[in-house]
T-cell receptor
């Protein structure tokens, strides 16, 4: 089944404790991205990757890191999480870029206390 | 500044009627416009994509129009059903393409289909 998977689905952590949210797709998509969704603000892009070893900042990249060492994986790293990073996070992938339909993962609900 | 506006209030429609959702934009020159459905706590699901040179696109009970003069897209669900209740998001892709400025989402319209 074609899908985007994220882990963990739920995470409660404390300020400053480094964490990684994994994202994997099995559709051989070139493009992957991370979004956060907050009430009243909608979906906002954090980082994106056009291909392996190619990443770039989205609209809200502060406090996040990403890497793309393999085509299928695109982990999101929070080196020192803060409460304002409490949010619902989505990973997405598409064949070549944003002109194509985006396939979203199920989401990761992160709470930073 | 660039802005995408969707009805912020919930839209209540009686089952069987046509639901029409609006997406207005300013200070954009979109090459593409996409519509997604999102259920609570779940990831958005792609529905339709319409190009700047297309006026209308259909898929089963769904229809999307794109008027670049009015800077507006309309999303229609005909013969609506309670299962169509969800939040619907529009997203714009400007001519520059790419990532950061390649796909910007509206905040969505919550549609409720009442039996």
């Amino acid at each position: 089944e074609a899908q985007v998977t994220q882990n963990p689905r739920y995470l409660i952590t404390v300020t400053g404790k480094k964490l990684t949210v994994t994202c994997s797709q099995n559709m051989n998509h070139e493009y992957m991205s991370w979004y956060r969704q907050d009430p009243g603000l909608g979906l906002r892009q954090i980082y994106y990757s056009m291909n392996v070893e190619v990443t770039d900042k989205g609209d809200v990249p502060e406090g996040y890191k990403v890497s793309r060492k393999e085509k299928r994986n695109f982990p999101l790293i929070l080196e020192s999480p803060s409460p304002n990073q409490t949010s619902l996070y989505f990973c997405a992938s598409s064949l070549y870029g944003t002109s194509y339909e985006q396939y979203f993962g199920p989401g990761t609900r992160l709470t930073v206390t | 500044s660039q802005k995408i506006e969707q009805n912020s209030e919930a839209l209540n429609i009686q089952e069987g009627k046509t639901a029409t959702l609006t997406c207005n934009y300013t200070n954009y020159s979109p090459a593409y416009l996409q519509w997604y459905r999102q259920d609570p706590g779940r990831g958005p699901v792609f529905l339709l994509l319409i190009r700047e040179n297309e006026k209308e696109k259909r898929k089963e009970r769904l229809k999307v129009t794109f008027d670049t003069t009015l800077k507006q897209s309309l999303f229609h669900i005909t013969a609506s059903q309670p299962a169509d209740s969800a939040t619907y998001l529009c997203a714009l892709v400007p001519y520059s393409g790419g990532g950061a400025d390649g796909l910007t989402f509206g905040k969505g319209t919550h549609l409720i289909i009442q039996p």
